[in-house]
C-alpha cells in the first residue's frame, strides 16, 4: 500500500513486459570470468603468462618508481602587465545580455584569469529574473569551439579583412552604379545599434525608400509572424504584445510551450513559477491542449491530447461557451478534450479578466480566436499588455517566401547578405535555395562557421561569439540592455556590425581590439539614454552603471485595452489548419532548439526533458497508436522501429520512439536536428560517431548528420510558416539503437520516492494526507508496541552533524521544477563533467552527475495493487495497460547525491575513498578509489557514475569530447579536478563553492548567511525550486523550507538519512481517486510497511 | 648559467652599497620599530632615507618641507593622499613635479604613525658611517658555508675491504682443508663449491640462518616501504631561472614586503608571481651599476618593453618572462594562501622560511629549518606534503580556550553552536586547552581535495 498513486519510468515497466523484467532482476548482471573474457577477444592464445605477467608487473613498478623520482619541470608565466581587475585564481563576474535570435536573457559571465567560463542567469537586473535555460547557459563552449572560423574566407579558402574589405567595398559600387539590388537576410535584430550599421550599409548601395535598392528582410527559423499578422487583424497593428503569466490565475495554452521554446519563455517561466507556490496568495491552475508532451504540458494540471488541427476547435469551443460563438469554425472535440475544455472554461469563468489563453500556432486565424477568447475574458490590460510591445521575432515570412522563389527562380538580387540566419537549413525548400545562390553575384555570411548557408556563400566575414563583442538590445519596448564582452576575440574575427559599417563606409578596420562599433554604441545610449533622462549628471557615471547593471532602467508602459476588429472573425474557417488522419506537430527541444548550437555535445547529450533520449531525433508516437506493429519498448540491444513520416514529396525515416502522452493520431519531431548534411564542418560533435571514435560516414564520404532536418516539413498557409500539417506514416523494416537515460535504473515499487496530491487535499487536510512520515514500531519501556519516527532508528551511530558546525542542505520543490533541464547543463559545465556520446549512454555509462528523473503517472491507476491485470497473458495485459500510457501525468524530480548521513555507500568502500564530512558532506576522494564500484551498487538512489574511460584522451571521445582539444578545454573549471580512468565521482555539492562560501564569511568576520553557499544547479534553476543552504542556521531558508508540511525525504524508509529534502508535488485539481486514496491512508492506522516494522520488531525483541 | 654564491655576493657588495648599508643600520637601530616595519612595508619600495629613488629621499624630510614653506601638517595629508595636498599647499604642488611616477595614497595611515616612520628614517645615519665594517662579516658567513660531503662512500669502500677480506680467509680455510685431506690420503673434495659448502653450512645453522633471514628481509621490507613513502618528495628543489632573483637581496637587504610583489597572497589561493610592472615600479630606476647587473635587469626591460636610455621610454614590445614554477602542487590539492593568511593569521616564513636568507629561488625550507622559526608548530613530515599538512591541521589551534561567542564572527558561531548542542564534544576537544584545525574538519579529504 502506498502513499500516491504508481509511477513509471516508461512504457517498458509499466507494462512489465518480459524483456523489462529480465533486465530489472539482472540489473547487476553476471560478471564475465577473466577467460571468457579474453577468449572472447581471441586473445588468449596471445596471452601472457604468469611469469611475463610478474616480469611486466616488476618492470613496470620499478619504471613507475624510477619516472616519479623526477619531478617535471612547470613553468609559471606572469602578466606583464597585470590588467586593473584580473588577481589570479580568483574569479571576475561580468554583467551581460544573451540574445541568440531565439532566447532572451540577462545573464553573469563567471571567468577566470580572463576566460569565461560559466553562464548564470542575472537575479538582480532584467526582466528575466536570473532566468536562462540549457542553451544560454551551454552557449559558453561554443566560444571555445575549434570548429568556428578564425578569419575571413573567399570561396573556402581563407583570405585576410584588407583583401575581403577591399572586394566586398568594390562589389558594392559596382552594385551602385548599374542600380543593382542588395538584399540583407538576418534574424530578428532587436539592437538600436545594429540598425544603424545597417543604414550604412544600405546608404552605401544606394538604396532609398523609392526605389527598394535595398532590402532588409527579418527571417526567423522559427516564426512567430502568425500572432502579429493576429494582431494586424484584430487591432490593427502587427505587434507582440508582452505576456504576464504571474498575474494570470487560470492559463489556458492551446499547443504553446511557454516554459520551453515559445516566445519569450525564460520571462514567462519565472512567473508562472512564482505562482505555483500552494501556499502563495493563490496557485494558478494550468490547462494545456497541445499534440507532442511539451515540458509545458506535462507540467500543466489538466493536459487534454488535441490533433493541430483541432487547436481552433478547442478556442471555439470556449468562446461558444462564452457566449461568443464563432460562425464556421467546428467545435467538435474528442470526449476527453472536451472534458478537460468544460473544466478550463469554469475555471476561465471564475478568473474572468485574471486569465490568460494563449495560442502556439503561426496560424493568424487561430491567433484571431485566442485574441478573442482573451477579449472576451477582459485579459488585455491585466494579464497581456499591448503597450509593452516585443521586439525579438519580427520573422517576415511572406516577404522571405518572395524572395526565396525568386532567388531559385533566377531572378535574385546582385548581392545577398547572409547575418545570423541559415536558409539553407532551415528553409522548408533549403536544398534549391542553397543551389540557386550560386547564381548570385556576390553573397556574403556572417556565420561563424562554414554551414550550409555560408559553405556556398562567396564570402564568409566570421561574426564574434557573443561573450567576444559589444551589443546593446532592446528585447521590448520598455527595456533596453548591453552585452559586454569578457574575453578579447579569440580568432581574427570582426563584428558583423563593424563589417556592414566598413563596407558602408562610415568605419575603418580596427582589428581585435576595434571600437568601431563600441562608439556607435556609446553614442545612441548617450544621445538616446544619458541625454534624455536627469537622474544621473555624469555621462562616465551613467555609462558604467548601464555596463554595471547590464540594463537602463525599466520604463514603465502602462496597459490599456484595444478594440478588437469582429470583422477579423469572418471567414476564419477557410484560412484554419486542414484536418488529416495523421498530422505532424514540429517542436523544438530543449536542448538544441532550432539547431543553432547542434555542435554543442553538452546539449546534444541533454536528455530530452519528457522521452529522456539524447543524442537523436525520432518520432513520437502514442503507444496506442503504435500498437503491436512497432516495437514497444528498447534497452540497451533492443532498438526502436523505424517508419517513414511522408508530407507531400517529402520524407524522412526516422525511429518511432513510444511516447504517452502524444495526441492519437498525431506525430511529433523535433527541429534541430539533420545539421551539416553535406558534410559542412560544422563541428565534429554535429555528427554520429563510431564505437570506436571516428565520424560515421555516408555513401559520399561525409560524415553523418544526427537526426533528419525536420524543417522540410515546414509549410506556408496564410502567409505564414506552419509548423504542423498533415502526413502519412509507414513503418519500415530494420530498428534503430536508441540512447535513453532512463531505461538504466528502475523504481522497483519504491514509489514513496515521489509524494503528490491535489491543491484541495492540500488545503483540506493535514500533512498526515499527503505527507504521511514513515514510522516504524518500538517497544517502549512498559513493553507496548508504539509508533516511532524514522529518526529514531539507527543502525550506526549519528553523525556529529546535525547541530555542530555547518551542515549543508538542500530542498527541491516539485512543485516549482518543470524539468527543463537547466541544473543539468549548469553542473556539467561547472563541475567539468565529461561527455561520453550516445554508445555510452546507449550502455548506461552517462557520467551527469544531476539528472531528472520523468516519472509517469496516470489516474486510471490510482495506485500499485489497484490493477487487477498481473495474470493477464502479454496481449490482453497490453490491451489493458494501454489506457494507463495514453495520457499521463507527468512529474519531473531532480536526483543528485543526497548526502546521506548513514550513508550506504561510505560503509563499502574498501579503501575508504569516500568519507563523511562533519559538515555533512558525502565526501568522494578520487585519488583513494581503485573503482571496485561498490559504492554504486549500494546507492539507492543510483546517483554514483564511474570513469570508464580516459574521457580527456581515449580516441572514442576525441569527437564529443571538448576537453580533447587545447581550445575546448579552456572551458573547464580551474576549481574542480579532472577525474580520470577508474574512479567513481558524484554531485559534490558543488564542495568548491561551499568552501569558497565559508571563506568569504570568514574574512567577513560573520557567520555563513543565505546566499553565500549556491550549487550550480540552485544558481541555474529558473524557478528557484532548488534551494541550498546552511540547515543548521535555524533562520535559514533551507531549514525553513525543509521544515515546511509539504517536505520530505526520497526513500526516507531505508533509514540513511540524507540530507536532501524534496517537497510534495501539489497539482491544483481534481483527481478524485488520489484524493479518496489519500483520505483513506490517513484513516488506516500504519497499515503498509509490514516488513519493515516486522524487520524491526524482531530486533528490539532481542534487547 | 649559476654563478657562484661568493660571486654573486661580491657584485653585490659592489653595486648596492648605499642599499646595504642602509639595510645593516636597519640591524643596529631598533629603536622606533613601529616605523622600520612600516618602513619596510610601505615606503622601502620606493624611498630609501639618503638616496632618490623612486620617491625622493625621506632623510629629514620633515624639516625640509618646513623649511620649504610647507603647511603645518601637509606632509600627512601628503601620506595619505598626495592629491589633497597638492590642492591645499603650494610646497606640497611643487613636490607633485618631483617625479612623473605618482606615490600611491596610504589612507589607512594615522598621523603617530608617519611620524614613527619618518623619526625611524631621521634616526638612519649617512652611508659610509658603517657599510664597509661589516663586509667582512657577510663574507666569513659565505666562506664558512661548506658542503656537506656524504660518507656513503666510505660504507661501501669498508664493505668492500671487508668483503674480500672474508673472501681471502675462506679460500685460505679450504686450501688448508684440501692439503690436510691430501696429507691424510682422504679424496680431496674438490667438488664441493663455496655454494655447497654454504648450503650445508646454513642446513647445520638453519635456525640462526632462518632468524636473521627474516630479520634482513623484514628490515628491507620496512626501509623499502619508507623508502616509497619518499617518492616525489623533493625537497630544495631549485630549478634554474631565466632571471637570477636573490630574495635575500629584494627582501633581506632592502626590505621589501613579501606582500609587495607577492600581492595576491591575502586575496586568492595563489601568492602570486609578481608582474613584470612591479618589477618595474623599482627597476626602471636601479638599473645596475655594473656591467654583469645591467645585463641581468636588462631582462626585465626586455621583458616590460623598456628602454632605459636617457629618461627611459616603453616601446610596448612586452613579452612575457618564463620562470620555472618551484612550487607546483598537484591539481587535485587546493591550497588556499588567502585562507592561511587572513584567517590563520601565518605569517610568510612559518612555512617558507626566513627568504631574507634565501640567495636563489628555492623550495620551501625543510622542516628542520622551519621548526626553529619561533611560533611554528614542530613538524617531522617533509615540506610540502600532505603529512606535514595534517600534522600542521591536527596541532594547529584555530582558538585557545573557550572563545567569546558573543561576538558575530564566523568562528563564534561555530563555537556557539558546540557549546549549545554537544557541551561534551566541545569539552573534548577543549581538553588540551585549544580547538585545533583537525576538530573541526580540517582533516577531512573533501576541505583541500575536490
Known amino acids: ?1103 | 648559467m649559476k654563478i657562484s654564491i661568493n660571486q654573486m655576493f661580491r657584485n653585490y657588495n659592489k653595486w648596492c652599497f648605499g642599499l646595504l648599508s642602509m639595510a645593516l643600520t636597519v640591524f643596529t637601530f631598533n629603536s622606533t620599530a613601529q616605523g622600520d616595519a612600516l618602513f619596510k612595508a610601505k615606503c622601502a619600495s620606493c624611498h630609501n632615507p639618503h638616496k632618490d629613488n623612486t620617491g625622493p629621499k625621506l632623510f629629514q624630510v620633515r624639516a625640509k618641507w618646513a623649511d620649504g614653506g610647507a603647511k603645518e601638517g601637509s606632509i600627512y595629508t601628503w601620506v595619505n593622499n598626495w592629491q589633497n595636498a597638492a590642492a591645499t599647499d603650494p610646497y606640497a604642488k611643487a613636490v607633485s613635479a618631483w617625479s612623473p611616477t605618482a606615490m600611491t595614497a596610504f589612507p589607512e595611515l594615522s598621523v603617530e604613525q608617519i611620524n614613527s616612520i619618518l623619526d625611524w628614517v631621521d634616526e638612519q645615519p649617512l652611508p659610509g658611517a658603517a657599510g664597509p665594517a661589516d663586509d667582512g662579516g657577510l663574507t666569513t658567513e659565505v666562506v664558512g658555508e661548506t658542503e656537506e660531503t656524504s660518507n656513503t662512500w666510505m660504507w661501501v669502500l669498508l664493505g668492500a675491504i671487508f668483503f674480500t677480506v672474508i673472501a681471502a680467509i675462506g679460500g685460505v680455510r679450504r686450501q688448508l682443508n684440501n692439503a690436510t685431506a691430501l696429507a691424510e690420503g682422504k679424496d680431496v673434495n674438490d667438488g664441493a663449491s663455496y655454494l655447497d659448502e654454504f648450503k650445508s653450512w646454513a642446513y647445520y645453522n638453519k635456525g640462526k640462518v632462518g632468524v636473521s633471514a627474516m630479520l634482513i628481509v623484514l628490515t628491507l621490507a620496512v626501509w623499502g616501504l619508507q623508502g616509497l613513502g619518499n617518492i616525489g618528495v623533493v625537497s630544495g628543489y631549485q630549478p634554474s631561472q631565466p632571471i637570477e632573483f636573490p630574495h635575500s637581496v629584494h627582501s633581506g637587504i632592502n626590505g621589501i614586503d613579501c606582500k609587495y610583489c607577492h600581492n595576491s597572497v591575502d586575496q586568492g589561493k595563489s601568492a602570486g608571481l609578481p608582474t613584470v610592472n612591479v618589477c618595474m615600479n623599482c627597476h626602471k630606476q636601479i638599473k645596475g651599476n655594473t656591467p654583469d647587473q645591467i645585463a641581468k635587469i636588462s631582462k626585465i626591460y626586455d621583458a616590460a618593453g623598456f628602454n632605459p636610455e636617457g629618461a627611459g621610454s616603453y616601446t610596448g614590445k612586452t613579452k612575457p618572462i618564463i620562470w620555472n614554477k618551484v612550487h607546483a602542487l598537484p591539481d587535485h590539492v587546493y591550497f588556499p594562501h588567502s585562507q592561511h593568511v587572513n584567517i590563520g593569521g601565518i605569517d610568510c616564513k612559518q612555512c617558507h622560511g626566513d627568504m631574507t636568507q634565501q640567495k636563489e629561488t628555492a623550495k620551501i625550507q625543510p622542516i628542520e629549518e622551519l621548526n626553529k622559526i619561533e611560533g611554528n608548530v614542530k613538524l617531522t613530515r617533509p615540506t610540502l606534503t600532505m603529512g606535514w599538512c595534517i600534522e600542521c591541521h591536527g596541532e594547529k589551534e584555530i582558538s585557545t580556550g573557550p572563545i567569546d561567542t558573543k561576538g558575530g564572527g564566523y568562528y563564534a558561531e561555530i563555537h556557539k553552536r558546540l557549546l549549545n548542542n554537544d557541551r561534551k564534544l566541545y569539552d573534548e576537544y577543549l581538553k588540551d586547552g585549544k580547538v585545533t584545525v583537525k576538530e573541526l574538519g580540517g582533516w577531512e579529504c573533501a576541505k583541500c581535495h575536490y
Open chain 1, 1 to 1103: 500500500m502506498e502513499l500516491t498513486k504508481k509511477y513509471w519510468k516508461g512504457v517498458d515497466e509499466l507494462k512489465e513486459t518480459p524483456e523489462f523484467l529480465q533486465n530489472r532482476d539482472e540489473e547487476f548482471p553476471k560478471g564475465t570470468t577473466v577467460d571468457e573474457f579474453l577468449n572472447e577477444d581471441g586473445v588468449a592464445e596471445s596471452s601472457p603468462a604468469r611469469r611475463d605477467f610478474l616480469k611486466f608487473l616488476g618492470f613496470s613498478v620499478a619504471a613507475a618508481t624510477v619516472a616519479a623520482c623526477e619531478a617535471p619541470v612547470v613553468k609559471a608565466i606572469p602578466y606583464v602587465n597585470k590588467p586593473e581587475n584580473v588577481t589570479p585564481g580568483i574569479a571576475t563576474w561580468y554583467a551581460s545580455t544573451y540574445y541568440d535570435g531565439n532566447s532572451y536573457a540577462s545573464i553573469l559571465v563567471k571567468t577566470r584569469e580572463g576566460r569565461p567560463i560559466f553562464i548564470k542567469g542575472n537575479k538582480e537586473q532584467g526582466f528575466t529574473k536570473g532566468n536562462t535555460n540549457a542553451q544560454i547557459i551551454a552557449s559558453v563552449l561554443g566560444l571555445y569551439d575549434s570548429s568556428r572560423l578564425t578569419s575571413p574566407t573567399k570561396n573556402g579558402k581563407v583570405t585576410n579583412w584588407t583583401a575581403v574589405d577591399g572586394e566586398i567595398k568594390k562589389a558594392i559600387a559596382d552594385v551602385k552604379a548599374k542600380g543593382g539590388k542588395v538584399t540583407l537576410v538576418s534574424n530578428s535584430i532587436i539592437s538600436p545599434s545594429t540598425y544603424n550599421a545597417i543604414k550604412a550599409l544600405g546608404a552605401a548601395v544606394g538604396g532609398t525608400e523609392e526605389n527598394g535598392n535595398f532590402e532588409h528582410i527579418q527571417y526567423d527559423a522559427q516564426s512567430y509572424a502568425g500572432i502579429r499578422k493576429a494582431n494586424m487583424e484584430s487591432f490593427g497593428e502587427a505587434f507582440i504584445p508582452d505576456y504576464d503569466f504571474s498575474k494570470a490565475k487560470t492559463i489556458v495554452s492551446v499547443g504553446a510551450d511557454f516554459m520551453s521554446g515559445w516566445l519569450m519563455s525564460t520571462q514567462y517561466t519565472n512567473q508562472y513559477g512564482s505562482r505555483r507556490n500552494p501556499d502563495g496568495e493563490w496557485m494558478n491552475k494550468h490547462f494545456q491542449f497541445e499534440s507532442n508532451m511539451s515540458i509545458t504540458g506535462s507540467n500543466a494540471d489538466n493536459r487534454a491530447m488535441i490533433k493541430p488541427s483541432e487547436q481552433a476547435n478547442v478556442l471555439a469551443y470556449m468562446l461558444k461557451a462564452m457566449g461568443a460563438p464563432v460562425s464556421g469554425v467546428s467545435t467538435e472535440l474528442s470526449k476527453p478534450a472536451t472534458k478537460i475544455a468544460d473544466l478550463a472554461i469554469k475555471a476561465l469563468r471564475e478568473s474572468k479578466a485574471a486569465s490568460l489563453v494563449v495560442a502556439g500556432s503561426n496560424n493568424a486565424a487561430v491567433q484571431i480566436l485566442a485574441n478573442k477568447l482573451n477579449m472576451k475574458l477582459g485579459a488585455y490590460a491585466t494579464t497581456i499588455n499591448i503597450n509593452d510591445k516585443v521586439n525579438m521575432f519580427q520573422s517576415e515570412d511572406d516577404k522571405m517566401n518572395k524572395f526565396v522563389n525568386k532567388v531559385i527562380g533566377g531572378k535574385g538580387p546582385d548581392m545577398i547578405l547572409f547575418c545570423g540566419v541559415n536558409p539553407a537549413y532551415s528553409l522548408p525548400n533549403g536544398d534549391k535555395f542553397a543551389m540557386a545562390l550560386s547564381k548570385i553575384k556576390t553573397t556574403i555570411s556572417f556565420s561563424a562557421h562554414p554551414d550550409e548557408t555560408a559553405s556556398k556563400c562567396t564570402y564568409i566575414c566570421p561574426d564574434h561569439h557573443a561573450l567576444e563583442a559589444w551589443n546593446d538590445f532592446s528585447p521590448k519596448a520598455s527595456h533596453y540592455s548591453i552585452a559586454q564582452p569578457t574575453i578579447r576575440p579569440i580568432g581574427n574575427t570582426a563584428a558583423a556590425q563593424e563589417s556592414m559599417m566598413v563596407w558602408g563606409g562610415t568605419a575603418k578596420r580596427g582589428g581585435k581590439d576595434s571600437k568601431e562599433y563600441y562608439n556607435v554604441i556609446t553614442s545612441n545610449w548617450k544621445q538616446f539614454g544619458f541625454d534624455v533622462q536627469t537622474e544621473v549628471a555624469s555621462w562616465d557615471e551613467y555609462w558604467g552603471m548601464a555596463v554595471h547593471n547590464s540594463v537602463s532602467p525599466d520604463t514603465i508602459m502602462p496597459a490599456t485595452v484595444p478594440i478588437f476588429n469582429e470583422g477579423a472573425l469572418s471567414g476564419l474557417a477557410s484560412k484554419l489548419p486542414k484536418k488529416g488522419k495523421w498530422e505532424v506537430a514540429l517542436y523544438q527541444k530543449a536542448g538544441i532548439g532550432v539547431g543553432d548550437q547542434a555542435n554543442n555535445p553538452w546539449l546534444q547529450e541533454l536528455p530530452d526533458p519528457i522521452s529522456k533520449v539524447t543524442w537523436d531525433n525520432y518520432i513520437t508516437m502514442n503507444p496506442t497508436d503504435m500498437g503491436n506493429d512497432y516495437q514497444l519498448t528498447f534497452d540497451q540491444e533492443t532498438g526502436l522501429s523505424l517508419a517513414t513520416v511522408k508530407m507531400g514529396a517529402k520524407s524522412m525515416t526516422l525511429p518511432v520512439y513510444p511516447s504517452p502522452g502524444q495526441a492519437l493520431g498525431t506525430v511529433g519531431v523535433a527541429l534541430g536536428y539533420g545539421r551539416g548534411a553535406n558534410g559542412e564542418k560544422i563541428g565534429t560533435a554535429a555528427f554520429q560517431t563510431k564505437e570506436y571514435g571516428g565520424a560515421v560516414e555516408d555513401e559520399n564520404g561525409n560524415p553523418k548528420p544526427i537526426g533528419a532536418n525536420a524543417f522540410a516539413f515546414v509549410g506556408m498557409e496564410n502567409g505564414t510558416m506552419s509548423y504542423n500539417g498533415e502526413v502519412s506514416i509507414n513503418k519500415e523494416e530494420g530498428s534503430y539503437l536508441i540512447a535513453a537515460t532512463q531505461i538504466h535504473h528502475t523504481v522497483m515499487a519504491r514509489n514513496s520516492i515521489v509524494k503528490e496530491t491535489t491543491l484541495g487535499t492540500y488545503k483540506s487536510k493535514d500533512q498526515s494526507a499527503y505527507n504521511k512520515k514513515w514510522t516504524l514500531q518500538k517497544l517502549d519501556e512498559h513493553g507496548n508496541h508504539v509508533e516511532a519516527p524514522m529518526a529514531e532508528f539507527d543502525l550506526w551511530d549519528a553523525h556529529p552533524v546535525e547541530k555542530i558546525g555547518h551542515r549543508w542542505a538542500m530542498t527541491v520543490d516539485l512543485n516549482g521544477c518543470i524539468g527543463c533541464g537547466a541544473c543539468l547543463i549548469a553542473c556539467q559545465s561547472e563541475n567539468n563533467v565529461p561527455v561520453v556520446g550516445k554508445d555510452e549512454v546507449r550502455r548506461g555509462r552517462e557520467m551527469h552527475w544531476l539528472r531528472i528523473d520523468r516519472y509517469f503517472a496516470s489516474d486510471i491507476e490510482a495506485a500499485v495493487g489497484s490493477r487487477k491485470d498481473h495474470d493477464l497473458s502479454k496481449i490482453s495485459f497490453m490491451d489493458a495497460a494501454e489506457d494507463t500510457a495514453e495520457n499521463p501525468t507527468v512529474v519531473h524530480m531532480p536526483m543528485m547525491c543526497h548526502h546521506c548521513n548513514h550513508a550506504p555507500c561510505e560503509t563499502v568502500c574498501p579503501v575508504a575513498a569516500t568519507t563523511h564530512s562533519n559538515e555533512g558532506l558525502n565526501q568522494m576522494t578520487y585519488n583513494r578509489c581503485i573503482g571496485t564500484r561498490y559504492c554504486a551498487n549500494n546507492c539507492p538512489y543510483k546517483v554514483r557514475r564511474f570513469n570508464w574511460f580516459n574521457y580527456p584522451s581515449y580516441k572514442k571521445f576525441t569527437e564529443i569530447n571538448p576537453a580533447q582539444d587545447d581550445l575546448g578545454r579552456m572551458v573547464l573549471n580551474p576549481d574542480v579536478t579532472v577525474r580520470t580512468r577508474g574512479v567513481m565521482e558524484k554531485c559534490s555539492f558543488c564542495v568548491q563553492r561551499i568552501q569558497e562560501g565559508k571563506l568569504v564569511a570568514k574574512e567577513a568576520e560573520r557567520p555563513v548567511m543565505d546566499g553565500d553557499v549556491t550549487t550550480a544547479c540552485s544558481d541555474a534553476c529558473p524557478t528557484n525550486a532548488i534551494i541550498v543552504g546552511d540547515w543548521n542556521d535555524l533562520k535559514s531558508i533551507v531549514r525553513t523550507s525543509s521544515d515546511d508540511k509539504r517536505a520530505y525525504q526520497a526513500l526516507e524508509e531505508v533509514g540513511i538519512k540524507p540530507n536532501i529534502w524534496y517537497k510534495t508535488k501539489v497539482r491544483n485539481h481534481e483527481n478524485k481517486e488520489l484524493a479518496g486514496l489519500q483520505q483513506e491512508h490517513k484513516v488506516e492506522a500504519h497499515g503498509g510497511h509490514g516488513e519493515a516494522h516486522g524487520e524491526d520488531h524482531g530486533k528490539k525483541a532481542h534487547h
